[in-house]
C-alpha cells in the first residue's frame, strides 16, 4: 500500500503562509487559524506541503485501511481558500445556505474572501464537522 502524503510535518505554518497568500489572503488566514485554535485547542500543524491542520483523528476503513488526518484545516489554492470539513447531513445543508459565497465538494468548501461569508455560520460548521468525525470514529482524538 502506498504511502499517506498528507500527515503532520514540522514545516512551518507562517512560511506556507507568507509564500503563497496574498495580502488579503493573508489577513483572512490569520482569521482562520484563531478561529481553528479556538474551536479545537490545538495549535497548528502543516499536514503535507499545504494543509494548515487542527488537531488529528485516527480512521480506518471496512476495507482495512488506516490513516490519520487533521480534524479540520485549510489551504490555500490560487485565489480561493479551502476549508476541509465533513458536511454530510441535513444539518450542514441547511447553514451552507446561510454561509454566503462558496462552493462545496464533499469536503472542499471554497471561497475567494472570508468577507463574504458569515463567520459565525462557518464557525457553526467547523464544530459540527468535528462532532460528527469524532462521532464517526469514536476514538480519543485530539480536539
Not at 506541503?49 to 487542527?54: A, C, D, E, F, Q
Not at 472570508?114 to 485530539?142: C, F, G, H, M, P
Request: proline share 2%; hydrophobic share 30%; aromatic share 8%.
Amino acid at each position: 500500500m502506498a504511502e499517506l502524503k498528507t500527515k503532520a510535518t514540522h514545516a512551518s505554518v507562517a512560511d506556507y503562509i507568507s509564500t503563497r497568500a496574498n495580502d488579503s489572503q493573508k489577513t483572512d488566514c490569520e482569521t482562520l487559524m484563531a478561529m481553528f485554535k479556538k474551536i479545537t485547542g490545538q495549535p497548528p500543524k502543516m499536514w503535507g506541503p499545504s494543509i494548515v491542520g487542527y488537531g488529528s483523528y485516527k480512521y480506518k476503513y471496512e476495507s482495512g485501511r488506516t490513516g490519520e488526518m487533521c480534524l479540520t484545516g485549510f489551504a490555500i489554492r490560487g485565489r480561493e481558500l479551502v476549508v476541509y470539513l465533513s458536511c454530510e447531513d441535513t444539518t450542514h445543508a441547511s447553514l451552507l445556505c446561510k454561509l454566503g459565497q462558496h462552493r462545496m465538494t464533499k469536503s472542499c468548501l471554497y471561497f475567494k474572501r472570508l468577507s463574504d461569508l458569515d463567520t459565525t455560520v462557518l464557525e457553526q460548521l467547523v464544530i459540527n464537522s468535528i462532532e460528527k468525525i469524532n462521532a464517526r470514529y469514536n476514538e480519543n482524538n485530539d480536539t
